[in-house]
């Protein structure tokens, strides 16, 4: 028969071990939170929406939000919006605790059909958060830790940036 005092540790040590689960519970449901608002904003071009969600010194090396705007625009420039089938957030695939942040890597899905060919990306967001997982942003790794590094350069060395996939085929309008 257990002791009183084993049983009272014991009780201890499984709702500490709940709490660990339940703050990652409560920080995967933030990214998700956060990385979907992302995409609705592009999706709607809210470039101010964007950019609230957007990796702050990304935005400060293109010259700040406005210049970070008119980037955004201009690059998506060559595509018509309804080339756009596509632009998702996927599976949060790791995060990372660090002495100054929360960091984490998130799938994102994006598919284009233009000119009867499709392109089916699945590339890699690392996303940063500085109060404890509560607010994200991200930014694209483009499946590349060297060009992460160059955005980010504190990137937790525990991190793993998978390699981005891309999928070129041909595309009929039926397929939407």
């Known amino acids: 028969m257990l002791k009183k005092p084993v049983i009272i540790i014991l009780t201890c040590f499984w709702f500490i071990s709940a709490s660990a689960q339940l703050d990652t519970f409560f920080v995967k449901q933030n990214i998700h ?48 919006d309804s080339a756009w089938k596509q632009y998702e957030p996927g599976k949060i695939l790791q995060i990372v605790k660090t002495a100054k942040d929360i960091q984490t890597v998130i799938e994102l ?14 590339t890699y967001l690392v996303g940063e958060s500085w109060n404890g997982g509560q607010h994200w942003t991200f930014f694209d790794s483009r499946g ?6 160059t955005v980010k350069p504190d990137l937790s060395p525990e991190l793993v940036i998978p390699s981005r996939k891309e999928k070129l085929e041909p595309f009929r309008p039926e397929d939407q």
Not at 109 to 122: E, F, G, L, P, W
Not at 144 to 149: E, N
Request: proline share 3%; with cysteine.
């Open 144 to 149: 590349d830790r060297s060009i992460a590094l």
């Open 33 to 80: 939170r956060c990385a979907d608002s992302l995409a609705h904003a592009f999706k709607t071009k809210n470039w101010d929406l964007f950019t609230t969600y957007s990796y702050p010194a990304l935005i400060g090396s293109l010259g700040g939000v406005q210049k970070f705007k008119e980037y955004i625009q201009e690059t998506l420039s060559a595509a018509p």
């Open 109 to 122: 899905h994006t598919r284009i059909a233009m000119d009867s060919m499709q392109i089916s990306t699945t």
